[in-house]
């Protein structure tokens, strides 16, 4: 079971991770787990909230906060992490 407000890691067919989280409104999320200003797998681990309406997740090592629709960075405009279509099984 996926908590709400929490993220998990999954491991995608061609091997990349992906950073999964559900809202408190039951949406689903999938960014790339990796943060791009580290390169270390850690997004999933990441705090999450919204900005504007629009959700998104903090990484917990340098509090960069990606949001969770477009994968851009809210603190960073040149940097962007991929986000993927979820479909709830």
Do not use: I, W
Not at 14 to 31: I, K, N, S
Not at 43 to 49: A, D, K, M, Y
Not at 63 to 76: A, P, T, V, Y
């Amino acid at each position: 079971m996926l908590v709400p407000g929490r993220g998990v890691a999954v491991l995608l067919p061609d091997g990349r991770q992906a950073a999964l989280f559900r809202d408190r409104a039951g949406e689903l999320y999938a960014v790339d787990n990796r943060d791009p200003f580290t390169g270390a797998a850690v997004l999933s681990r990441g705090l999450t909230g919204t900005h504007r309406g629009r959700p998104f997740v903090a990484s917990p090592l340098l509090k960069q906060r990606f949001d969770l629709l477009s994968g851009q960075c809210l603190d960073e405009e040149s940097v962007r992490v991929a986000t993927y279509e979820v479909k709830a099984a």
